[in-house]
């Protein structure tokens, strides 16, 4: 059973940069899993920051970027703000029309 | 700008059937670009891939939850619906539709570009 793996929290201070990542229970992350990254406050529907593994969805400020970090994919926030205080989702395609989410990373600015 | 509306029952009989259909607007899911996805979210948990169907019909399952699944399809309203039976209080959930976005003239993507509301559904009798 595939595991995709996230840090369950993180913590930055205001200004700083932070690098969340996600990873595979078994396997390296490439950007053949299209990995995308997704923010989440409390009550709401996520939304959509990052796309196959670097490419920012539409109106993301540019503080956020994606990359792929050694053996996995990696989302990094410089010059981190109150409101980036969220949660955090990668999601990766498995193939064969599956997708599958890592647990999620809850970041406190602080 | 596409908009999508989950719509259903917020209290499901354990043991029944939840049934969710979301509603699409501002674009066609008739596309071969796109799928239609559900994915769920417990009461302070993380985000669940339930499935996803495309425009031919074709449906991709969770492994874990194959075998409760149905999903389908109705072009001429712009819907797609989801069902879920033998519901037990574990499935009790946020659940959110959005499109998958396959492809476009750049290559492949695979990702969640727009999605509901979300829906909370309770399971409890």
């Known amino acids: 059973q595939t595991v995709v793996t996230q840090e369950p929290s993180f913590s930055v201070s205001p200004g700083g940069t932070v690098t969340l990542t996600c990873g595979l229970s078994s396997g390296s992350v490439s950007t053949s899993y299209y990995p995308s990254w997704y923010q989440q406050t409390p009550g709401q529907a996520p939304r959509t920051l990052i796309y196959s593994t670097n490419s920012r969805s539409s109106g993301v400020p540019d503080r956020f970027s994606g990359s792929i970090l050694g053996n996995k994919a990696a989302l990094t926030i410089t010059g981190a703000q109150a409101d980036d205080e969220s949660d955090y989702f990668c999601v990766l395609y498995l193939g064969s029309g599956i997708s599958m989410f890592g647990g999620g990373t809850k970041l406190t600015v602080l | 700008q596409l908009q999508l509306q989950e719509s259903g029952p917020g209290l499901v009989k354990p043991s029944e059937t939840l049934s969710l259909t979301c509603t699409v607007s501002g674009d066609s899911i008739g596309s071969s670009k796109y799928h239609g996805g559900w994915i769920r979210q417990p009461p302070g948990k993380g985000l669940e891939w339930i499935g996803s169907i495309y425009y031919s019909g074709t449906i991709y399952h969770n492994p874990s939850l194959k075998s409760r699944v149905t999903m389908s399809l109705d072009t001429s309203k712009n819907q797609f619906s989801l069902k879920l039976s033998s519901v037990t209080a574990a499935d009790t959930a946020v659940y959110y539709c959005?499109?998958?976005?396959?492809?476009?003239?750049?290559?492949?993507?695979?990702?969640?570009?727009?999605w509901g509301q979300g829906t909370l559904v309770t399971v409890s009798s």
């Open positions: 959005a499109r998958e976005f396959l492809y476009d003239s750049s290559g492949y993507h695979h990702y969640f570009d727009y």
